[in-house]
């Protein structure tokens, strides 16, 4: 949803399959934890405590997109943390 694409729009060969998005939403959504940690101990964030996976990971999406997602990650990287889609 967050990329904006909706079924029958993804016939770019460049773009994710279905299936592709959803391997990656599920491992965005086991890393929510690593995101929760590193956010909190850099920058004194802590996400949302709701039971709704899909309404923190929105909020991390939103978080990340504020913060730049490649400089989050390489900072991630070099404190040891992992890729918020890393397995």
Partial sequence: EQLGL?????QDPFLPTK????????RFCRNLSNLHSFFAR???IIGPIV???????SW??????EHGLYS???????????HPFAN
């Fill in 72 to 82: 989050v990650i390489r900072e991630m990287w070099e404190d040891g943390f992992r």
């Fill in 19 to 26: 299936d592709g998005i959803i391997f990656y939403v599920r």
């Fill in 60 to 65: 991390w999406i939103r978080t990340l997109e």
């Fill in 6 to 10: 909706t079924e029958g729009t993804n």
């Fill in 42 to 44: 850099r920058w004194r």
């Fill in 51 to 57: 039971k709704k996976e899909k309404e923190r990971a």
